[in-house]
């Protein structure tokens, strides 16, 4: 066996904004040693200490941390346990923090099919071109060993599991980053680009301990190509964490075989390799049930797409999303990239699976998350992923039940507030906090006049905001509070 080598952190990124508030306690002395344990847990190693750190009183510090946790809430910097301190140190930590086991994507997308193919499309010079072709092979032969589905190779043609190694911006919604950083990704069982798996060719390739150890890399993202999202269990493959262990004889950990078997079954017995056997005797996985799930892509002759040239165009979401803007409409989404123009459709569904219409959607591009709306509840979204833990109903995000659908939702970076229009009215959520701010909902037309009565769209770009309301829309400068100037959905599209 080998022991860890070394352990490299990979963008781990921890939501902690939308979760529930609870009530408030008094500090007593208890509180403040839980506080105490709090700090330890989650902010050790945030706080810096000063040189002169060795003679500062204990008390120092943790007064010292204490406020660091307060800025890191959007709190008062008080370096006191007040009332609102505590409060949010009782609050359940939300997203990738509470561990534990695997987990699949919404919707658990899955492979209906026997044989699953997959294409090499280009190379790594970093490798040669047989050790890329074996590697990929026995990272796929993790999965095909204890589950029910083959993988068959293919020279050319399109494949199930589209496999390419490229730099920087590669044709998705996720450029690469260079060096570091992100190293691959793949996205979730589906047509088109579901399943693809694309590794980041600014990497050090490798198949040692030093680098990027393609092997481990594959057989990670190759779990998300088969519908398995990360795990809590820290020796599974798919924690999102990056940590080098002996590829020599190999086998899938116990969480991420369960994760994967609880998709597709387990592989016969007689099928097991002979070679190794399990040291871990398999538990009986009841296989569920093959869940209904929307048709992954019905027939394309049979229905109407959007037409972005209408100049009667009526959104029903916009968003930013990186340097990019997203219009929402009937199931499709448009694309608009700030840099080089140009405008891509899509179906919602063929990105987000589980997803299949969008009221609302904005971005906070501090936690580099995207939220959609649709209906009595909303997602979490990173890059091409649904967060785990999603859909969520209405409620959790601090509405009353009253409210079944958000008209339109942005994110106003310079306030950290985010609004959320419903009928003639608008909440505003305080992003730092996690809650909704109290004294709303006011009304539209009396905050904002001059954007009309509803609105049914809206995002920010360079600066601005824009509202949109059936066909035509505001641009709205925040800080002035006034509308700047008028215009139509339709002058996005690109068209005459
Ligand atoms: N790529 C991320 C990953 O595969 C992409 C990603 C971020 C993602 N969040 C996600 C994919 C949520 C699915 C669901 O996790 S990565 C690791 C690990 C990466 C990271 O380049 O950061 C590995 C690739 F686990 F070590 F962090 C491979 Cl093994
Ligand atoms: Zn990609
Ligand atoms: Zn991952």
């Known amino acids: 066996m080998g022991g ?38 989650f902010f050790s190693d945030v706080g810096v200490s000063a040189p002169n750190s060795v003679w500062r009183s204990s008390l120092d510090s943790f007064e010292d941390t204490l406020r660091k946790m307060q800025e890191h809430f959007g709190l008062e910097v008080s370096g006191q346990l007040d009332a609102s301190t505590l409060e949010v140190m009782a609050r359940p930590r939300c997203g ?20 699953v193919t997959y294409r090499i499309i280009d190379y790594t010079p970093d490798l040669s071109q047989s050790d890329v072709d074996a590697t990929i092979a026995k990272a796929l032969k993790l999965y095909s060993d204890v589950i029910p589905l083959d993988f068959k190779h293919i020279p050319r043609g399109t494949a199930d599991i589209m496999i390419t190694f490229k730099a920087q911006d590669h044709g998705d919604f996720s450029p690469f980053d260079g060096k570091n950083g992100v190293l ?40 998300h190509a088969l519908g398995l999202g990360h795990s809590k269990v820290q020796t599974a493959l798919l924690y999102p964490t990056y940590q080098y262990v002996n590829t020599e004889g190999y086998v899938l950990p116990d969480d991420d075989r369960q994760g994967v078997q609880a998709i597709y079954g387990v592989r016969a017995a007689s099928a097991q390799p002979t070679t190794k056997p399990d040291p871990n005797p398999q ?38 999303i990186q340097s990019s803007l997203y219009f929402f409409k009937d199931g499709y989404f448009w694309m608009r990239r700030s840099s080089w123009g140009g405008i891509r459709m899509k179906k919602i569904q063929s990105v987000w699976p589980g997803i299949s219409k969008v009221d609302a ?20 979204i990173r890059g091409n992923t649904v967060l785990p833990g ?13 409210v079944t659908k958000v008209d339109a939702a942005v994110h106003v970076s310079i306030t950290s507030k985010t609004l959320l229009f419903v009928n003639n009215r608008y909440w505003s959520y305080n992003e730092r906090m996690g809650r909704m701010d109290d004294g709303y909902p006011k009304l539209i037309s009396v905050e904002f006049p001059g954007i009309g009565l509803r609105v049914d769209a809206a995002f920010e770009n360079q600066g601005y905001l824009y509202f949109s309301y059936g066909s035509s829309q505001t641009e709205y400068h925040y800080a002035r509070r006034r509308v700047i100037r008028n215009l139509l959905n339709h002058d996005w599209m690109d068209c005459n």
């Open 361 to 380: 959607a904005y971005e906070n591009k501090k936690s580099n998350t995207v939220i959609f709306f649709e209906g009595n509840h909303y997602w979490g």
């Open 283 to 320: 538990p009986n996985i009841p296989v569920p049930k093959p869940q209904p799930r929307p048709e992954p892509n019905p027939k394309p002759t049979s229905e109407p797409t959007p037409d972005r040239c209408n100049r009667n165009l009526v959104f029903d979401a916009a968003t930013s």
């Open 96 to 115: 990738f923090t509470d561990v534990s086991a695997y987990s699949h994507f919404d919707g658990r997308p899955k492979w209906n099919k026997a044989v």
């Open 184 to 223: 691959a990704h793949a996205f979730a069982p589906g047509e088109g680009i579901g399943g693809d798996t694309h590794f980041d060719e600014d990497e050090n390739w490798t198949l040692t301990p030093a680098g990027a150890n393609l092997f481990l890399v594959a057989a990670h993202e190759f779990g």
């Open 4 to 41: 860890a080598l070394a352990v490299k952190t990979v963008t781990m990124v921890v939501m902690v904004a939308l979760c529930g508030a609870v009530p408030t306690t008094s500090p007593s002395q208890e509180e403040l040693s839980k506080a105490q344990v709090y700090l330890s847990q």
């Open 390 to 402: 999603y859909p969520k109903p209405l409620s959790d995000f601090g509405f009353p039940p009253s």
